[in-house]
C-alpha cells in the first residue's frame, strides 16, 4: 500500500523512534515536503482520505488555539479550544468505531484523551517556565504514541505496523513541543515553520490510516 510506504519511509528517514525528539521541524518539513509530492494524485479512497485530513487537522488547530490563548492569557478561548479538541478526538474515535465496533471507539477515546492531556500539560508547563513539566509531558506523549500504535496495530496488523505508527506519532509530539515553545517565546516567525510542517505531517498521518483502512474494507469505503 502506497501511502504507508510512504509513511515507512518518513519513519526511516527521521530516524524514528530514537531520535524523534532531537529532529528540527524543518528537517521534519523536508521529508513530509518529498512524501507529499511521491503521494499517488488519487488514493483508494478519495472521501476516506479527505475526511479523515479534516479531522486530524482539526486536531492540531484546536491544539494551537490552545496554546495561544494560554500564552494570551485568555481563559475563556483556552476552555473553548479544550473543548474543541475534546470533541475532535470524539469525532476520530467515531471515525474509527465505524470501521472496528464501538469498543474500539471507546478505546481510541481514552488514548485521544491521553494524547491530549500530555500536550495540554506540555502547553501548561511551558507557559509557567517548568521544565520538569515539560519533561514529564514529553515522557507521557512518548508512552502514549506507543500505546497508540500497539492499538492500531492490534486492529490492522497486515497495514500498520506498531514500529510506523509509534514512529509518526513521536514526530507529532516533538512537532507539539516545537509549537509550544515558539509560541510562549513569542517566536512566530519559527512557529509559521513548524505549523507548516505540522499541518503536513498530519495529512501522512491521515494518509497512512484511511489507506489501512481502504485496504481491510475495501468494500466499506469511498
Sequence with gaps: MKSLVIACAIALGLGMPMVAFSVTPAAQHAAYATAQTAAPAVPAAPKLHADLRALWH??????????????????AAAAKAERDTVANAQQIADAVAGFYGADAGKGMMKLLGGHWAGVKALTDAAHAGNQAGIDKAMQDLSANAGEIAKFLHGANPNNWPEATVDGLLLAHAAHHKAQVTQIMAGNMTAEAQTWKAMQEHMNTIADALAGGIAAQFPNKVK
Excluded: I, L, S
Aim: no cysteine; aromatic share 6%; glycine share 12%.
Design 58 to 75: 482539526g486536531h492540531v488547530v484546536n491544539t494551537r488555539a490552545y496554546a495561544m490563548a494560554v500564552k494570551a492569557g485568555d481563559t
